[in-house]
């Protein structure tokens, strides 16, 4: 229910979550309607994982989640970059656009 398992070759952004959030509930208010359509949404499409569960099967995290939520940023099953909290809309897209270029081969439209 929570998360589809990741196939090679793949590029995602794990959004780790638990029931009780209010920062996951401000995200999904103020980023998630709008997400898929982004372009940092369609270079990393967005997976959800439950905090409780683990990282989702074929998904390798670098180190435990110990806040929610995280974005952790995978390629090919592993961990290659993470945003830890959600501060707002004003700073969670620059904050992402930010963590693609620095670590895959994003380049954001003007």
């Known amino acids: 229910m929570w998360a589809l398992p ?4 793949d590029l995602s952004l794990i959004m780790v979550e638990q029931p009780g959030c209010a920062y996951c509930a401000a995200w999904d208010d103020e980023i998630a309607p709008a997400y898929e359509k982004t372009q940092e949404g ?7 994982a439950d905090l409780r569960a683990g990282a989702p099967e074929g998904v390798t ?7 929610t939520p995280t974005f952790i940023l995978v390629e090919d099953g592993q961990e290659i970059a993470r945003m830890e909290g959600y501060v707002g809309q004003d700073f969670f897209w620059p904050l992402l656009s930010k963590l693609l270029e620095t670590n895959t081969d994003f380049v954001p439209q003007e």
């Open 6 to 9: 990741v196939a090679a070759s």
């Open 42 to 48: 369609q270079f990393a499409p967005l997976q959800r």
């Open 61 to 67: 995290y670098d180190r435990r989640v110990m806040f």
